[in-house]
């Protein structure tokens, strides 16, 4: 049992600004369902795709009231009395991914037992935190569109799933990867990775980006987390038998289709999940493991839960070369 009976959760209750719009409410914890496990978080990043939801721009399928965040590593502190071996055979005290569940941002989750994922005892929580909404993406993605012998194009690509995304796809046999980015500070570290960087400044006419009008009728796919003019742009200057996969909308806005332009195919990890067996869904988890431990990530910052905005504010800095990840070991509670 937890050694307190209160939960702390970040709350958005309408949509808007997070850092507007989130709030450190406590709550008195309900007794364990009968049929759920109750994991105590350790971490959980901060990442776009926690962030974006809260300001509306989904909200075709996400809808207030509901605790943010949507990955991150707990460890298990209760088992409810109808759970079976079977259902799962993780016992108190292992550590694991609860997800889909509720939100990740609360130290406190009652999960359903089936989707939880276990964490090897090599892989310690700043990385666990991080293993499900980046890794799993690249994962599916690149088994979706293979690019082997292909030369592709990123956008937003100083992310942090731009930079795993590219190492994955070298290792699959990528012929030449470039990367769209805003400013060339992160022009050394897309290099080191193998990255061709193309710098299109926020601001700028694109139209008269020729290293980037050059490249985009040769390349055969391009994976883009931003939409906007920038994704228009991109959409009217590819070759017809391009693929064009928009996974993100970073920018806030959507764009049109172009007649003339590539394919249009969209993923989201929510519906590319849905109706998977939970055998697939470990078994995607197991595949992970080796090739995420080998990968090379962007830094952390760790901040204490209870400071929640200056993670917020870490992450919404222009030029960050840091993630923020949310750790629940300090019990100091301010409702900030």
Known sequence: MPMTSDNSALWFRQFGAPLDVLTLET???????????????????VNPSDLIPITGAYRHRVQPPRV?????????????????SSLAPYPVGQRVLPLRSDGTWQRYIDCEPTWLVPV?????NTLAAQAYINPLTAHLMLQR?????KRIVLTAASSSFALLFAQWAKSA???EIFGVIRSPKHYDALAHLGITPIVAPDGQNLSNNNELNSLLYKADAVFDAVGGTLAEHILARLNPQAHFISYGLLSGKAFPHSNHGAQLQRFHLREATRNVEISQWQSWFQALWSPLSETQLPSTT???FHNWRDALTL???AQRKTKPILDFSHKKLLNK
């Open 68 to 84: 943010a965040g949507y990955e991150g590593v707990g460890r298990i502190i209760e088992v409810g009395s109808a759970v079976t």
């Open 173 to 175: 046999g990528a012929s």
């Open 145 to 149: 569109w293979p690019v082997r012998g």
């Open 315 to 317: 992450f919404t800095e």
């Open 120 to 124: 090897p005892d090599k892989i310690d």
């Open 302 to 304: 760790s901040i204490p």
């Open 27 to 45: 709550a008195p914890l309900p007794l364990l369902a009968a049929g759920k496990i109750r994991i105590q978080t350790l971490a959980a990043p």
